[in-house]
């Protein structure tokens, strides 16, 4: 700790000094026997910030993994998320306080990274069943572990959306957050009821993917209607048709004649509550309906 922490106080203290000087005193030298402001000052702040930066990032991540490595192997990989996720809120803040371009492109690569380390990293640790669409592992600390990993990982691309979204040059990223971080969830939900029914309930499984799948689609809809969004809609529309393929698709073969049933009919109720929002909520994004008698 301290062979990295003494380095990181003296980048962070040099920083500080470089972009707040001292006030003049009476010992104070000449401005005009001393360098002028153009001699490097700002870049050398801005020099010694990113330094700063950076080796508390890599000591946060390899804290985390050494420590949690011991006390919790199964938490070592995920751990790291959270320096992930802290360096993700420094570029926001830095976003929000200069209004400059560059913490919003790093913010994205930030971004990129840590989703490719979650789909590529700890979903294989995990051991992700690409036959069932589950987790081998379904116990309850391993659970949470996974529910932390994903959760600051949403919270993040969340917070993006919902800063960058109304800023013109930082709008993609935030769209791109905001996308990434519905698909995100999805997924979540998807591999959990699916590890949660393939221990519990084996011949439901199917059926209960479905349900999910068709309620997802229904909330996005909703929202998607009730604010006016059609990317949310189409979005809830499309998985719709996909639940509609599986259910004919699928199902139908996999599925016990009781859980059929039920599937059919809580898939029937949740298609039906979709239409009756979507011509309830059509002026909308239609326009203004033309009265009876008129064109």
Same mark, same amino acid.
């Given at each position: 700790?301290?062979?990295?922490?003494?380095?990181?106080?003296?980048?962070?203290?040099?920083?500080?000094?470089?972009?707040?000087?001292?006030?003049?005193?009476?010992? +104070? &030298?000449?401005?005009?026997?001393?360098?002028?402001?153009?001699?490097?000052?700002?870049?050398?702040?801005?020099? +010694?910030?990113?330094?700063?930066?950076?080796?508390?990032? &890599?000591?946060?991540?390899?804290?985390?993994?050494?420590?949690? %490595?011991?006390?919790?192997?199964?938490? *070592? =990989?995920?751990?790291? =998320?959270?320096? !992930?996720?802290?360096?993700?809120?420094?570029?926001?803040?830095?976003?929000?306080?200069?209004? +400059?371009? !560059?913490?919003?492109?790093?913010?994205?690569?930030?971004?990129?990274?840590?989703?490719?380390?979650?789909?590529?990293?700890?979903? =294989?640790?995990?051991?992700?069943?690409?036959?069932? !669409? *589950?987790? %081998?592992?379904?116990? *309850?600390?391993?659970?949470?572990?996974? #529910?932390?990993?994903?959760?600051?990982? #949403?919270?993040l691309f969340a917070l993006a959306f919902k800063q960058f979204r109304r800023e013109e040059f930082a709008r993609p990223i935030g769209l791109g957050a905001g996308i990434a971080a519905l698909a995100l969830l999805f997924l979540y939900l998807t591999l959990e009821l699916s590890t949660a029914l393939a221990h519990f309930l084996p011949a439901a499984r199917v059926g209960g993917i479905t349900i999910l799948w068709a309620a997802y689609a229904l909330t996005?809809?909703?929202?998607?209607?009730?604010?006016?969004?059609?990317?949310?809609?189409?979005? %809830?529309? *499309?998985?719709?048709?996909?639940?509609? !393929?599986?259910?004919?698709?699928?199902?139908?073969?996999?599925?016990?004649?009781?859980?059929?049933?039920?599937?059919?009919?809580?898939?029937?109720?949740?298609?039906? %509550? +979709?239409?009756?929002?979507? #011509?309830?909520?059509?002026?909308?994004?239609?326009?203004?309906?033309?009265?009876?008698?008129?064109?």
């Amino acid at each position: 700790m301290f062979e990295l922490g003494v380095p990181l106080a003296a980048l962070g203290g040099a920083w500080q000094l470089l972009r707040r000087p001292p006030a003049k005193s009476g010992l +104070a &030298i000449d401005r005009s026997c001393d360098f002028g402001p153009d001699a490097g000052q700002p870049l050398a702040a801005t020099i +010694a910030a990113t330094v700063t930066v950076a080796l508390l990032f &890599i000591y946060a991540q390899l804290e985390l993994q050494h420590t949690c %490595g011991f006390c919790c192997p199964v938490l *070592a =990989t995920p751990a790291m =998320t959270i320096a !992930w996720f802290g360096l993700g809120l420094f570029f926001l803040a830095c976003a929000r306080s200069r209004g +400059a371009l !560059w913490p919003v492109v790093l913010f994205g690569v930030l971004g990129f990274l840590m989703l490719g380390k979650l789909l590529a990293v700890d979903l =294989t640790d995990w051991h992700v069943s690409a036959e069932l !669409w *589950a987790f %081998g592992d379904g116990t *309850a600390g391993l659970t949470l572990i996974r #529910l932390l990993d994903f959760a600051l990982c #949403l919270g993040l691309f969340a917070l993006a959306f919902k800063q960058f979204r109304r800023e013109e040059f930082a709008r993609p990223i935030g769209l791109g957050a905001g996308i990434a971080a519905l698909a995100l969830l999805f997924l979540y939900l998807t591999l959990e009821l699916s590890t949660a029914l393939a221990h519990f309930l084996p011949a439901a499984r199917v059926g209960g993917i479905t349900i999910l799948w068709a309620a997802y689609a229904l909330t996005l809809l909703l929202f998607g209607l009730q604010r006016n969004v059609r990317g949310l809609r189409y979005a %809830g529309l *499309a998985i719709f048709a996909v639940v509609v !393929w599986k259910v004919f698709f699928s199902d139908l073969a996999s599925l016990d004649a009781f859980y059929r049933i039920i599937a059919f009919i809580a898939l029937g109720v949740i298609l039906l %509550g +979709a239409s009756l929002v979507y #011509l309830r909520f059509r002026r909308r994004f239609q326009g203004v309906l033309p009265k009876d008698g008129q064109p």
